[in-house]
T-cell receptor
């Protein structure tokens, strides 16, 4: 069974600070996706990374896929209150048609 | 707005009852996925349909069933409801049969009393 561990579980920071959240597994994934979910809403796809070592930037958010395609990180620069939410990573399996495996998420709170 | 619609937004029902949740995928998407999200379990995959056929099955209870219709909308049926079935139920859709890049609906909050 493929599992994704996200850390930290909870993070509370001041506006303007930088942060990194992690998504780790012992399994290889063909792609890894990051979602952000706000309370009472569905997850919103932020980015998909496919190639080992790939780095993608989305404004103040930087996503990296590990060289071995087993882990990923999300770095936020100069966090803003609007970044508050649950950040979920999800891996697409490497063998045939397998459903996405979701981590339990990092709950981020950015205080003004 | 992801383009995925779900109804109803909220549902309150009693134990032992049966409910139906409905989902319409984004235009052009052939796959529909159903997920259950509770505070302690996170987002749990239930089942996937692709172009009307069941494609993958996850942790779906026997009391639960789903189908995808010719117009590609999907319904999730939950029967003999228990208190522990209270959760958010999300539908997601994607273009093809693989799990690449799913777009989620706003969810249905089910409360079983």
């Amino acid at each position: 069974t493929q599992l994704l561990e996200q850390s930290p579980q909870f993070l509370s920071i001041q506006e303007g600070e930088n942060l990194t959240v992690y998504c780790n597994s012992s399994s290889v994934f063909s792609s890894l996706q990051w979602y952000r979910q706000e309370p009472g809403e569905g997850p919103v796809l932020l980015v998909t990374v496919v190639t080992g070592g790939e780095v993608k930037k989305l404004k103040r958010l930087t996503f990296q896929f590990g060289d071995a395609r087993k882990d990923s990180s999300l770095h936020i620069t100069a966090a803003q209150p609007g970044d508050t939410g649950l950040y979920l990573c999800a891996g697409e399996g490497n063998s045939g048609n397998t459903p996405l495996v979701f981590g339990k998420g990092t709950r981020l709170s950015v205080i003004a | 707005d992801s383009g995925v619609t779900q109804t109803p937004k909220h549902l309150i029902t009693a134990t032992g009852q049966r409910v139906t949740l409905r989902c319409s995928p984004r235009s052009g998407d052939l796959s529909v996925y159903w997920y259950q999200q509770s505070l302690d379990q996170g987002l749990q995959f239930l089942i996937q349909y692709y172009n009307g056929e069941e494609r993958a099955k996850g942790n779906i209870l026997e009391r639960f069933s789903a189908q995808q219709f010719p117009d590609l909308h999907s319904e999730l049926n939950l029967s003999s409801l228990e208190l522990g079935d209270s959760a958010l139920y999300f539908c997601a859709s994607s273009r093809a049969g693989d799990s690449y890049e799913q777009y989620f609906g706003p969810g249905t909050r089910l409360t079983v009393t």
